[in-house]
Each structure stands twice: as structure tokens, then as C-alpha cells.
């Protein structure tokens, strides 16, 4: 009971402090990026580039908190491979959609307000995207398959329910989200095996330094 009562203590504390302190702080963050956002819009220069690339600036947050962890745990190449995988995803979907020119369905009777070219969906390759890399840095760092399983279920269903959300606010052709599921799968594909083939070269290499340092002994 003493034990449970000290849990149930910890958790009161914690709970009121992060109500009281973590509103104000959320507005500071959301204002300062406001008016960042605000001046970016305003510049003759980077006002066009920051409407083309504002899609990905709601997956920002997320890839911002998972590189801050990574690079606190010195895990610097996952924060490498993970950086390289998303924004090189970002540039991908822009040459792709200033590629194909598509325009999108008639907004008129859409449920809100979009930008940009149509082909591909840029929520629906992104998504993919970013959540695919996460699922395997979660592979990498779980141990117990159960858990590995469920991570990669989570993460799938959530891509899947980031580009199906594309139908039905009226946004995006069926075409466009299936296209930015298949171009975000082949991303993520690819920069995976990448970093995949440059470990296991890697590993290589330590192991064959290590069987030579025991012949030389």
C-alpha cells in the first residue's frame, strides 16, 4: 500500500506539473512557428517552395522528436538513415507531382482546402514513408517479436489510414493515393536496404578485423 500510495503520489505531481507548464509551453512553440510560418508565406523567394513542401510540415514534429531521441541515445546513424529517408522522400514526391502535372478533384465539394499538384498524394507517400523507417527502427530496437509485430501493425494501419482520410475529405483521386502508397513503399525500400547493405559491410569488416587481430596474437 505504502509503495502504491508513493506510484500514485509520483504520478499526481507529474500530471500537475505538466498541466500547468506544458500548455504555455506548447503556445510559445505553436506562436514562434506561426509567425515563422507567416514570414516563409510573405517571402517572394521561399513563399512558393514552403506551399509546395507544406504537407510535409505536419510529419515534421514527429521526425524532429524521433532524430532528438536518437541523437540523445548516440544513435546517429538511425538519425542518419532516418533524415536521409524523409527528406529525400519529400523531394521525391515534388519531382514526381512537377512531373505529372495532375490537377486535383474539384475542391468545390471537397470537406477542405488543399495545395499543390495532385499526383501523388504527398500524405499518403509520406506517410508511408516516414512511418515505414520507424517501423524498422523499431524492429532494430525490440527484441520480443510480439511486440515487434504489433509496432509494425500499428504503424500500418495508421500510413494506411493517413492516405484513405485523402478520399474522403475530397482532395485526392483514388489513383493518387494508391500511386503515393506504391512510391512511398519503394522509398523506404530502397533507402532501408541501402543502410542495410552498408551495416552488414560494416559488421563485415569487424569481424574480419577481429579474426585477424586473433591470428595475430
Not at 514526381?96 to 499538384?117: C, E, I, N, T, W
Not at 478520399?167 to 489513383?175: E, I, M, N, P
Request: charged share 15%; net charge positive; hydrophobic share 50%.
Amino acid at each position: 500500500m505504502i509503495a502504491l500510495s508513493c506510484f500514485a503520489g509520483v504520478f499526481l505531481v507529474l500530471w500537475r506539473a505538466t498541466l500547468t507548464f506544458f500548455p504555455p509551453l506548447m503556445r510559445g512553440v505553436r506562436s514562434g512557428v506561426g509567425r515563422l510560418a507567416r514570414w516563409l508565406r510573405g517571402s517572394s523567394r521561399l513563399g512558393p517552395l514552403f506551399g509546395r513542401l507544406e504537407t510535409w510540415r505536419s510529419y515534421l514534429p514527429l521526425v524532429a522528436a524521433v532524430l532528438a531521441v536518437l541523437i540523445a541515445r548516440r544513435r546517429f546513424r538511425w538519425a542518419a538513415y532516418l533524415a536521409i529517408t524523409s527528406l529525400g522522400g519529400a523531394l521525391l514526391n515534388q519531382s514526381l507531382k512537377f512531373h505529372y502535372l495532375r490537377q486535383r478533384p474539384d475542391l468545390s465539394a471537397a470537406v477542405l482546402d488543399a495545395m499543390g499538384y495532385s499526383f501523388p498524394s504527398g500524405h499518403a507517400m509520406s506517410g508511408t514513408i516516414i512511418l515505414g523507417a520507424l517501423a524498422y527502427l523499431a524492429a532494430r530496437s525490440i527484441q520480443d517479436w510480439r511486440s515487434k509485430s504489433a509496432a509494425f501493425a500499428a504503424l500500418a494501419t495508421l500510413a494506411l489510414a493517413i492516405g484513405t482520410s485523402r478520399l474522403y475529405l475530397g482532395v485526392h483521386w483514388a489513383s493518387d493515393v494508391g500511386a503515393g502508397f506504391a512510391a512511398g513503399l519503394l522509398w523506404v525500400t530502397a533507402t532501408t536496404t541501402g543502410y542495410e547493405l552498408f551495416r552488414q559491410y560494416r559488421l563485415g569488416q569487424v569481424d574480419m578485423a577481429q579474426r585477424q587481430a586473433k591470428a595475430s596474437a
